[in-house]
């Protein structure tokens, strides 16, 4: 995907990434066909969701988006299954037949707090329907396996080939290359009276 | 492992483990994570790249030390060099007694559990 632009979310603390020499934002909008890709490499808080939300919602209304496609994790420390499980949550009924075509079980009962709760909050006030899947992951540790379950679901669902053999390969690595983002990420999530984003309980 | 039946009181998430990696003697400090439960601790601790063979766990008083080599070395980036690291070593006290004959350890998808129960120390109160 080609890198076509990026967000600036007032009252982030400043931070820019280089590489190859090349100087990247933290949040960046990538595109490829008709798919856009919004990343971000910095975490932020509730409060900075917001302002994220309404600039993303901004964007996608400018290039008359159809649909929001976002990834997130659910707390699951007693995972039952080798393999994480993925649930779908949607905030317009036009959605939901995603849910029943990719068969996602749906998220049911529960509450959301902090971030997604912002993200969600904003989008459901608008046209533009969102669609969230929650990977069951654990709370504290990086975990490469759930995201990459979530991907592969992301992709039939954009209906694009993700490979990921070459990711798999390198599963126990990325985990010790991650303690540093998880760190920032729990920090981040623990300056503000929140606690990180749980489902289940 | 789970503990269905019992109330979660406390977590204490891991602290800056990436800080405390030993560069010099190539020991990385590994994520780790503290939930207390009515009877019991509960102490995880991340170890990718390792296997249930290379772990040692020993007791100290209250604190519990995890030692583990990886299967292969790592090497990452510190202080603009690249640094080769070999095992995982970390040391948790936790705050209050434990009982070290009951506690128990499992390890899966390279994550280590280890069940801690609590030590009951008092004595009956003669009520008159």
Not at chain 2, 112 to 118: A, D, H, Q, S
Request: aromatic residues 8%; hydrophobic residues 40%.
């Amino acid at each position: 995907m080609k890198n076509i632009g990026e967000i600036e979310v007032s009252d982030l603390p400043s931070s820019l990434f280089v590489e190859g020499g090349e100087i990247l934002a933290p949040i960046r909008i990538y595109k490829k066909n008709n798919i856009f890709a919004i990343i971000s490499d910095v975490p932020f808080d509730q409060y900075l969701a917001e302002d994220f939300a309404h600039a993303v919602h901004a964007f996608c209304k400018e290039n008359q988006m159809k649909k929001i496609v976002f990834i997130s994790g659910m707390e699951s420390i007693n995972q039952k299954k080798d393999e994480p499980e993925i649930f779908g949550l949607v905030t317009h009924k036009t959605l939901e037949s995603l849910l029943y075509n990719y068969k996602i079980p749906k998220f049911l009962d529960g509450s959301i707090f902090g971030t997604d709760a912002t993200i969600i909050s904003v989008f459901r006030k608008t046209k533009i329907p969102l669609l969230v899947l929650y990977a069951e992951c654990h709370p504290f540790f990086p975990d490469p396996k759930a995201s990459i379950t979530a991907i592969v679901i992301l992709a039939k669902i954009l209906n694009v080939k993700v490979d990921t053999s070459e990711i798999q390969k390198r599963l126990d690595k990325i985990r010790i290359q991650h303690r540093n983002l998880m760190e920032e990420t729990l920090r981040s999530l623990q300056e503000k009276p929140v606690k990180a984003p749980q489902i289940y309980r | 492992m789970r503990d269905d039946n019992t109330i979660e009181l406390r977590i204490t998430p891991p602290i800056i483990s990436s800080l405390f990696d030993d560069v010099e003697h190539g020991v990385l400090s590994p994520l780790s994570c503290l939930r207390e439960f009515d009877h019991h601790w509960i102490l995880e601790f991340d170890l990718p790249l390792v296997s249930k063979k290379d772990i040692k766990v020993t007791f100290d008083g209250n604190s519990i030390n995890v030692e583990a080599k990886l299967k292969e070395k790592y090497s990452e980036e510190k202080l603009g060099k690249f640094t080769k690291f070999e095992y995982f070593k970390k040391s948790i006290t936790l705050p209050g007694k434990i009982d070290s004959k009951k506690t128990i350890a499992k390890f899966q998808n390279g994550r280590l559990v280890i069940k801690i129960p609590k030590k009951v120390m008092g004595h009956h109160i003669k009520i008159e």
